[in-house]
């Protein structure tokens, strides 16, 4: 599994509160992604991370915010959740390096549910 | 947008059967990747094929790209039980800043 580990595992929010997701990574792994699952959309990029601090956006950012201040930690904010927001999120690392551009490593997810 | 599109969506088979699974794109890539994801986990890779390859073997597994049609195809030989779960394929296009685009998947069903 790479190392990776994401928390929670599970949430219940309320719609309008504001929800983090964290994603750690043990082996120091430049480029970091979050992707959201739903039924009939496969995986949708939500944002990923190239480095410390150096983020862009995937093709469902909206509503959505991450911040990278360790090269370990990759967090995913819903600054007001929505039911829409409704998904099980991935986080995942890419062991790319220069031009190798290899697989991706992935989370176990969290299922989060916006009520 | 979708990159990748899997053919079938789902896919019921006997134990000891071979499934194959279709992959079409629309881009230049510089790699497909196949994907395997039990219900309720996490994906997991199983096979990489880059753009200047044809043919990719790997256990039971048998992956070919043609770069001409934009399309793969996943052989997964004398199928398992424990083969039921959703596949995905991904490619990995020229200039996407290290990002890969999934389709949306086949579930594969293998009845014991």
């Known amino acids: 599994d790479a190392g990776i580990t994401q928390s929670p595992r599970h949430k219940v929010t309320e719609t309008g509160t504001p929800v983090t997701l964290r994603c750690h990574q043990t082996?120091?792994?430049?480029?970091m992604y979050w992707y959201r699952q739903d039924p009939g959309h496969g995986l949708r990029l939500i944002h990923y991370s190239y480095g410390v601090k150096d983020t862009d956006k995937g093709e469902v950012s909206d509503g959505y915010s991450v911040s990278r201040s360790k090269t370990e930690d990759f967090l995913l904010t819903l600054e007001s959740a929505t039911s829409s927001q409704t998904s099980v999120y991935f986080c995942a690392i890419s062991t790319s390096v220069g031009r190798s551009y290899n697989e991706q490593f992935f989370g176990p997810g969290t299922r989060l549910t916006v009520l | 947008s979708q990159q990748g599109e899997e053919d079938p969506q789902a896919l019921s088979i006997q134990e000891g059967e071979n499934a194959t699974m279709n992959c079409s794109y629309k881009t230049s890539i510089n790699n497909l990747q196949w994907y395997r994801q039990n219900s309720g986990r996490g994906l997991v890779h199983l096979i990489l094929?880059?753009?200047?390859?044809r043919e990719k073997h790997s256990g039971r597994l048998r992956v070919t790209l043609d770069t001409s049609k934009k399309s793969s195809s996943l052989l997964i030989t004398a199928s398992r039980a424990a083969d039921t779960a959703s596949y995905f394929c991904a490619t990995f296009a020229r200039g996407s800043n290290y990002k890969l685009t999934f389709g949306k998947g086949t579930l594969l069903t293998v009845n014991p």
């Open positions: 094929i880059r753009s200047n390859e």
């Open positions: 082996e120091n792994h430049r480029y």
